[in-house]
């Protein structure tokens, strides 16, 4: 049996040679050693039910063997030669995304991560607007480059202390805690009218791009209602602003849809992708309509980016949500899950709200005031880790606890997680 070093020797490596920005979930963290399809295993052996996925990264399992074993094909006869360079993957992958993505999204770029697809798509949308010119969403995340950072909405991942200008940020519709203290659907979506009155008054009147994610994610799972993407397509088309939606941790059925804005029918002029689409191999892109990609016609190239190994998991991912039905099976789980999570609200009042799409969900956990409880919910965290359930957490406050499994998690996975999750709230007394 193979020996490790352990997480004790791991968190004393991390802090000598690791920069302290990285931070770990647990008090008392396990060492993963391995992982198949929806579970995890650490150093002893014990088992662990991801309900996390690596923040909606493995939505098609863990060291999937299908998956794998196209990958192991790859890797054995050409791992990588450039893209400058004629290689067959990734143009079958980028017709493939052509065919599954909304509308006329049409031509990829393809590169590494969720950041460079974000701060790629915002580039595109300087060059065929000729607008430097952006609106973003509060507590909204696209990413640790420069510009990715600059239009990120979350205090805490907003590091860069020079930030881009030229940023304008609407309130987000985040109807729990409505920025603007309305409720739903009297407010008549004025988060999203409210963008036109960004545009009239914070900017030249003619911004290159208006960027959100579908679902924001590190937010909290904040779920628009339905009519939010069609009110704010309307207004950004009067005044020939661009739609870049950001599908980094939304896409690849993780809602039911393959992509999440189809949950809201609109069609973006660009998206971003990212996470589950190698699922765990590193790949992303942004997609574009033929007449917005065609002017992105100086160099360009990504040195990993559409790799034949990436490329190769791509195709593999794609095929394997199709064959396996995964948009159904996100849809009939997620139904499932928070169904339960409705039941276990209404005898733990610690579970001030539950929202989500598919298998993304969110149930914020706040005292009797509606206060972020982050400390029990951290409690809760710890003691399902021990339980052998692996469960994720976001939200500005950090008070949101966070359902993101594989794709492949079954009825009987979610009635365990549900079971147990009453049984320590219950001798939580919370």
Known sequence: ??????????????????????????????????????????????????????????????????????????????????????????VNLAEKLAEVTPGKLQKSFFCSTGSEANEGALLLATIYTKSSEFIALRNGLHGRTKLGMSVTGIGMWRTDPNPCGGISFAPNPYCYRCPLGKKYPECDLECANQIEDIIKTATSGNPAAFIAESIQGNAGIVVPPKGYFKRVKEILEKYNTLLIIDEVQTGFARTGKMFAIENFDVEPDIMTMAKALGNGAPISAFIASAKIADTYTRPGASTLGGNPVSSAAGLAVLSYIEEHNLLQNAYDRGVQLREGLAELAKKHPIIGDIRGLGLMNGAEFVHADKSPAFNELDEVLEEMKNRGFIIGKNGISRNVMAFQPPLVITEENINDVLNNLDDVLTNKKL
Do not use: W
């Open 1 to 90: 049996m193979k020996s490790y070093i352990g997480p004790k020797a791991i968190l004393e490596k991390k802090k000598k040679y690791i920069m302290p920005c990285l931070a770990h979930f647990f008090q008392d963290p396990p060492e993963f050693v391995k992982g198949s399809m929806q579970y995890l295993f650490d150093t002893e052996g014990r088992k662990y039910l991801d309900c996390f996925a690596g923040v909606s990264v493995i939505n098609c399992g863990h060291c999937n063997p299908e998956i794998t074993q196209k990958v192991v094909e790859q890797v054995q006869n050409l791992q990588h030669v450039c893209n400058i360079y004629l290689t067959e993957n990734f």
